[in-house]
Structure formats: structure tokens, C-alpha cells
């Protein structure tokens, strides 16, 4: 638990539309038992919302943190947060609190992959990496082979309504810090900073040039000598297609379609 003693939510400051707000302005009715997920598409793009990702299990923190500790009569907890890697393992959160490793969960680059292991981990508040939306549609029923469009994301609709049930707040970002069109800034602090400065370093599987590059993209997210990352309100559907990086119908969903 990296974070208990190094940040609180109140260390963070937050605007909506130009406004000072409290963090459960940007996710109303935030509570204990919510489960926030990043999808990351791109070597270490989780930096670009790791300001949000901090501020987050900090409050997570809050609602325990008189009961905190590893004594046999403390609480020893994580939040059940989680950032899913498209493709390939794309940074280590170990230093953000991230833990165990199951939360980093690698997963297929496919837009019906994704989004079944987002509703597998009972996301209720997604970050989505910001991208040109890609067309989407829902299954009903067996399509023919030949009428799959490869323009078109395929999803089976049952996959879309438990993330709709569920999923409470989406929102883009971008691995830069500067969504486009941004609504929401988060102002992080120094202690934050270490942390992530720490997960980069860490990442075994990144290059000494990968790891300068995304240090010093953090450090060119500062504003009046703060950390801060814009984020852009969105609509689930618009979430829904920015998961992947392709839009293939692969053979997984291809199977689900020849049992419908």
C-alpha cells in the first residue's frame, strides 16, 4: 500500500467546465465499492490519466483509512482497480498500488475482447485512451461470414448491456495529458508524481529511451508547476469504440456468432 501515507484526495485539485469542483463532481456518487478501469492502447499511455488513477485510490483510501496497517488487527487492502493492456503489457502500476498483478490484465485487440473484461472485473468508471471512434455494431443473431463488415467492430448486444447497466462515468484520455476538447483538468501533486515517475522506471519491458521519452512527456504536462491532465466527458457508446486498436471480427467473437 504505497500510497496510504503519501496522498489524499484533498492533495488534488479539480475543474469541470473551467469550475473548481470535488473529485465527486467528476464521478458522481463515488463509494467504496466502485472499480475504476483504464484501457491502455499505447508503451506507457497510462500516464496520461495516472493523475485520476492516483486521486482515485486515494479516496479509496479515505473511506478506510483509520482502519489501515499490516497488523493482524489492520486493514491490509487494495482498491479493485484495473488497467487493461491491449495487446501487450504497455506499464507497471505496482508503485500506483495496482495489486496483485491479475489487476494488469493483458487482453486481445479486439473491441468485444475488451469489453468482455472490462464487465468481467465489474468496472463501473472506464478511462479510455481518446481515438477517432471506430464504427460499431451490435450482434442479435448469426450474420453470414461474408457480410462481415471489416469497417465495423462487431459486439454482441448482451456484452453491451452489462457494461450499460453497470458503467457509471466515461471518460478520454489522451497519453499526452491533453485530451482534445477536455472538460475535466486534474492538478496532481509531488508525491503522485514520484509514484509515477517510479512505475516507469520500473517497467522492465520498456527501452532507457521509451522510459526518457515518457518522463519527460509527464514532466511537459505542467501547469503553473503542477501535473495536469485534461479528460473529456463521453458517452458509453463513444467509450465502446475507442477500446482497440483494430476493429477485426477475430476468432473468438467469430465463434460466439456460430452458436447464436
Avoid at 484533498?10 to 463532481?25: I, K, N, R
Avoid at 487493461?84 to 486481445?108: A, N
Avoid at 467509450?239 to 477475430?250: E, K, P, Q, V
Wanted: charged letters at 25%.
Amino acid at each position: 500500500m504505497h500510497t496510504t501515507d503519501l496522498i489524499r484526495t484533498s492533495d488534488f485539485a479539480f475543474e469541470l467546465d473551467g469550475q473548481p469542483v470535488s473529485f465527486e463532481q467528476i464521478f458522481p456518487g463515488f463509494h467504496a465499492a466502485d472499480r475504476v478501469g483504464i484501457v491502455v492502447r499505447d508503451s506507457g499511455g497510462s500516464i496520461g490519466a495516472s493523475g485520476l488513477l492516483a486521486a482515485s485510490i486515494a479516496k479509496f483510501y479515505d473511506f478506510y483509512r483509520e482502519h489501515l496497517g499490516n497488523g493482524p488487527d489492520k486493514l491490509r487492502i487494495y482498491p479493485d482497480y484495473y488497467v487493461f493492456h491491449v495487446g501487450i503489457r504497455h506499464l507497471d502500476h505496482y508503485w500506483m498500488d495496482i495489486w496483485p498483478p491479475h489487476k494488469e490484465v493483458v487482453v486481445g485487440d479486439e473491441p468485444e475482447l475488451v469489453l468482455e473484461a472490462i464487465n468481467d472485473r465489474g468496472i463501473t468508471r472506464l478511462l479510455v485512451q481518446d481515438a477517432v471512434p471506430y464504427q460499431a455494431a451490435a450482434l442479435y443473431e448469426p450474420i453470414p461470414e461474408e457480410s462481415i463488415d471489416p469497417e465495423c467492430a462487431l459486439f454482441l448486444q448482451e456484452t453491451i448491456s452489462s457494461a450499460e447497466k453497470r458503467i457509471l462515468t466515461s471518460l478520454a484520455y489522451s497519453p499526452s495529458g491533453r485530451t482534445r476538447d477536455g472538460d475535466i483538468r486534474v492538478r496532481s501533486t509531488q508525491a503522485a508524481e514520484n509514484l509515477v515517475a517510479a512505475s516507469i522506471r520500473g517497467t522492465e519491458n520498456l527501452s532507457t529511451e521509451c522510459k526518457e521519452r515518457l518522463l519527460a512527456s509527464r514532466l511537459a504536462m505542467a501547469e503553473d508547476r503542477r501535473i495536469t491532465e485534461t479528460y473529456r466527458r463521453i458517452a458509453l457508446g463513444s467509450a465502446l469504440c475507442m477500446l482497440a486498436n483494430s476493429i477485426r471480427t477475430g476468432v473468438v467473437t467469430r465463434g460466439y456468432m456460430a452458436k447464436m
